[in-house]
């Protein structure tokens, strides 16, 4: 599996969504894992990271509309976001800062 992400497609403002990513125990066991984001013309950027004992982090563009959260048994991480925004348009990734492994990732879309 390596890191599998899915769950994207096209939302209006405000709308929502929830992403998911399916990940090998290998990478995603004990490990942090994050959502990042590249939009069209800009860098690659964390929006979202889960420590293995389940504290958060966020950057403040998504701060109070995002939640990250994981499931250590089925080796899932998933990101709720609610209240969308047409900036938060991007192709979404999962992965683990400590392996420079970066899967597939997922289109979101947001129409104003």
């Known amino acids: 599996v390596q890191l599998q992400a899915s769950g994207g497609g096209l939302v209006q403002a405000g709308e929502s969504l929830k992403l998911s990513c399916a990940a090998s125990?290998?990478?995603?066991?004990?490990?942090?894992m994050g959502w990042y984001r590249q939009a069209p013309g800009k860098r690659r950027e964390l929006v979202a990271l889960?420590?293995?004992?389940?504290?958060?982090n966020y950057d403040d563009s998504v701060k109070g509309r995002f939640t990250i959260s994981r499931d250590n048994v089925k080796n899932t991480l998933y990101l709720q976001m609610n209240s969308l925004k047409p900036e938060d348009t991007a192709v979404y990734y999962c992965r683990s800062p400590k392996f420079l492994i970066w899967g597939q990732g997922t289109q979101v879309t947001v129409s104003s």
């Open positions: 125990a290998s990478i995603f066991s004990g490990n942090a």
């Open positions: 889960i420590f293995s004992d389940g504290r958060v």
